[in-house]
């Protein structure tokens, strides 16, 4: 037997109106009668008819994220805490967030089409921004509600959450110069990507302020994974001059890139020094300890989540603009003798 809104009025003498707004906290319902509702409700075994209140309120509650079948999506621990924080403040005020794989044989944009037709979503949450990005050109196109993970480089004005690449990496760099590291390698990521392009605008500014010599064979571009890393690792210290240091695009190609020095008999820490971007759990255990550029993923998430939930409900924004700064963390890969 399904219980109604019907039933729980009988029940405790009030109308299904106030039945109904006591269950959904409006202020014009007494405390105790919304307290005496709601206990009815729970020991008659009501349970609200959510599609109903979704066409009532014409709002879908559910929010879309549409990921490229290439790169390491899910499997990137940064990516994965960043979306547990959007999942998190979404799920706190009773939305929905459904994730798809974009199909690698259609168009991008007709997953986009598909999705915000018939309003199936009331918004989308846009992650690793490139430089020239189609995707939020077609949603501002189409009046759709969106925050993105990352800036474009296009003009184009659009909420978004995004961490200070370009500082990240002058910190990065300035610290392995302070070590004395004169020959600094860059393993980077698809220059499509906009993160990808601030951090390379800052290890050029820093290797420049820092009076470092430009040596374009030591930046090598690779899969933002530790396979990728591995790689470009690989391919670096094949060279007849390697370099003694290495900044990465994020910390799994790091990982990748110590994998390959040890393989090649090298001591990271001490022959060469090595430094990532993120600090993902595996950067506190890895062996060594690895020098990286934290992001606080979580609290990006959130930030995202409660921008995106925001423009859904129609509600103007406080801040359109987030940019986050990082900070440095030094561990044994980039200096092993200062933790022995």
């Not at 349970?47 to 079948?69: E, H, W, Y």
């Not at 430009?214 to 391919?235: C, K, M, P």
Request: charged residues 25%; glycine residues 8%.
């Amino acid at each position: 037997m399904t219980i109604t809104l019907k039933d729980i009025a009988r029940r405790v003498n009030r109308s299904v109106t106030t039945v109904s707004r006591a269950l959904h906290d409006y202020d014009d319902v007494n405390e105790e009668t919304r307290e005496l509702v709601k206990r009815t409700a729970r020991e008659l075994g009501y349970m609200p008819n959510v599609v109903a209140q979704r066409l009532q309120k014409r709002r879908a509650d559910t929010l879309g994220l549409i990921l490229s079948t290439s790169g390491p999506r899910l499997s990137d621990p940064h990516f994965g805490e960043v979306l547990a924080g959007v999942s998190d403040e979404v799920a706190q005020v009773g939305f929905d967030l459904l994730i798809s794989i974009s199909d690698p044989s259609l168009d991008e944009l007709e997953l986009y089409r598909q999705k915000i037709s018939g309003r199936r979503v009331d918004g989308v949450l846009v992650v690793r921004t490139r430089c020239h990005d189609e995707r939020v050109e077609f949603l501002l196109r189409h009046n759709v509600p969106f925050v993105a993970y990352g800036r474009t480089l296009d003009g184009r004005d659009f909420p978004y959450v995004d961490v200070d690449h370009a500082a990240g990496m002058r910190a990065s760099v300035q610290h392995l110069s302070d070590l004395g590291h004169r020959r600094i390698g860059f393993v980077t990521g698809s220059p499509d990507f906009t993160l990808v392009h601030y951090q390379m605008e800052g290890f050029r500014q820093a290797m420049t302020a820092c009076a470092l010599p430009a040596d374009e064979s030591l930046v090598v571009e690779a899969d933002l994974t530790q396979r990728g890393g591995y790689g470009a690792g690989q391919a670096l210290f094949s060279q007849s001059d390697p370099p003694t240091a290495i900044v990465t695009s994020n910390d799994l190609m790091a990982l990748g890139v110590m994998s390959a020095a040890q393989d090649q008999g090298l001591d990271v820490g001490r022959d060469i020094a090595v430094s990532g971007f993120d600090d993902i759990p595996l950067a506190e255990t890895s062996h060594p300890t690895l020098t990286t550029v934290r992001q606080p993923a979580h609290r990006l998430g959130q930030l995202l989540g409660h921008m995106l939930v925001g423009l859904a409900r129609g509600e103007p924004l406080s801040e359109q603009h987030v940019l986050i700064q990082p900070s440095l963390i030094i561990r044994q890969s980039t200096d092993l003798d200062l933790w022995l």
